[in-house]
């Protein structure tokens, strides 16, 4: 069972940048393809991105390709989410997840995982 604790939200400006931090507890963390998601209020859960145990592949939401880069640190068990040109519509509550399954199922069908608490990023216009 990998225990997930998120960090690094904020308020920042349109424009601004902010980078997330998932740090996880747990000696498989390394096994694990992490994944973060978001969550406006009064709407659904929307995949944002996700990494593979190894990092050398991701994956990104549409709506984020370009400006958000995930990464992962392997000896510090921890994943980040680096957020560039911020928008008013990416303001929600970010979390982030751990996936033990095979990369190739977790970009064909989603991060299965137990999200965390999240942290709050609000970018004003």
């Known amino acids: 069972q990998v225990q997930l604790v998120e960090s690094g939200g904020g308020l920042v400006q349109a424009g601004g940048s902010l980078r997330l931090s998932c740090a996880a507890s747990?000696?498989?963390?390394?096994?694990?393809?992490m994944g973060w998601s978001r969550q406006a209020p009064g709407k659904e859960r929307e995949f944002v991105a996700a990494?593979?145990?190894?990092?050398?592949?991701?994956s990104y939401a549409d709506s984020v390709k370009g400006r958000f880069t995930i990464s992962r640190d392997n000896a510090k068990n921890t994943v980040y989410l680096q957020m560039n040109s911020l928008k008013p519509e990416d303001t929600a509550v970010y979390s982030c997840?751990?996936?033990?399954?095979?990369?190739?199922?977790?970009?064909?069908?989603?991060?299965?995982?137990?999200w965390g608490q999240g942290t709050q990023v609000t970018v004003s216009s």
């Open positions: 997840a751990a996936d033990p399954r095979a990369w190739i199922l977790v970009v064909t069908t989603g991060v299965l995982g137990s």
């Open positions: 747990g000696r498989t963390f390394n096994s694990y393809a």
């Open positions: 990494i593979d145990w190894s990092g050398s592949s991701t």
